[in-house]
Nanobody, 120 residues
Framework: VQLQESGPGLVKPSQTLSLTCTVS??????????WSWIRQPPGKGLEWMGA???????YYDPFLASRTTISRDNAQNTVYLQMTSLKPEDTGLYYC?????????????WGQGTQVAVSS
């Protein structure tokens, strides 16, 4: 499975961020896969933002839930992240991630990440 993130790079404060994760080598509806967005602010650790499951159910970090929406397009095999009311502290490297635990096997995949800077 390969994951490729894409996005605008630079966003102004208060605007909305939209990122795309294009998936190849596997279907986003394959059972037991969870497709997550994870970010890393400069100089800090990884922060899980939320996920969409193979079933379409979504899960969010409670501190980001009010500003975050994760969705998908099954036909395009693509997962999306939308984040509203951006702040400078939302600056960071944003990763798309996939994982599955099935039949005693753990699969784990990362995209290369896309840089997001929030600045006027």
């Amino acid at each position: 499975v390969q994951l490729q993130e894409s996005g605008p790079g630079l966003v102004k404060p208060s605007q909305t961020l939209s990122l795309t994760c294009t998936v190849s080598g596997g279907s986003i509806t394959t059972k037991y896969y969870y497709w997550s967005w994870i970010r890393q602010p400069p100089g800090k650790g990884l922060e899980w933002m939320g996920a969409i499951a193979y079933s379409g159910n979504t899960y969010y970090d409670p501190f980001l839930a009010s500003r975050t929406t994760i969705s998908r397009d099954n036909a395009q095999n693509t997962v999306y992240l939308q984040m509203t009311s951006l702040k400078p502290e939302d600056t960071g490297l944003y990763y798309c991630h996939a994982d599955r635990y099935y039949n005693d096997r753990a699969d784990d995949y990362w995209g290369q990440g896309t840089q997001v800077a929030v600045s006027s």
